[in-house]
């Protein structure tokens, strides 16, 4: 692969306690989304990963491994963020990627609560599912995107 997300790696985040919070990621404002914020109680399943261009952040994302009832052993994105200047090149594909080849025989699969973020899940070919009818609350659509097999 050749272009702006060829050259990019995954580099495995350790959460750091401060007293009540703890923190995963720097502050970058290249990231906008609120999920980078410190957590009170990380779980210890959750997973965390930088991906880097050299020494620039141009990804992030967090995941957990993880037994589902419908997929089978899964990669469970909880939270994926391309920095904003970079969008639209091919670093959340490669993301993507690089999350499935560090994790052999795990389905992808994504929750998802942003409209505009649906669009990426759907360019990229992934399956929407809608929850079932007692999980959908009036003015909150959350679906579950899940890579084709």
């Not at 090149?89 to 389905?107: F, K, V």
Request: glycine fraction near 6%; charged fraction near 30%.
């Amino acid at each position: 692969m050749s272009g702006p997300a060829s050259d990019i790696e995954v580099v495995h985040i350790a959460p750091v306690r401060k007293r009540v919070w703890t923190y995963v990621f720097d502050r970058n404002p290249e990231f906008v989304k609120p999920w980078w914020r410190p957590e009170q109680d990380p779980s210890d399943s959750c997973r965390w990963v930088s991906i880097r261009q050299g020494v620039n952040e141009v990804a992030r994302c967090k995941y957990v491994l993880k037994d589902d009832p419908d997929y089978g052993e899964v990669v469970d994105i909880l939270a994926i963020e391309v920095a904003v200047p970079l969008r639209g090149q091919g670093i959340g594909r490669r993301t993507l990627d690089l999350i499935r080849e560090a994790n052999p025989g795990r389905r992808l699969i994504a929750l998802n609560d942003d409209a505009v973020s649906r669009g990426f899940w759907e360019r990229i070919g992934w399956i929407r599912e809608d929850p079932p009818e007692f999980f959908r609350f009036p003015g909150v659509e959350r679906v579950t995107y899940v890579e084709p097999l």
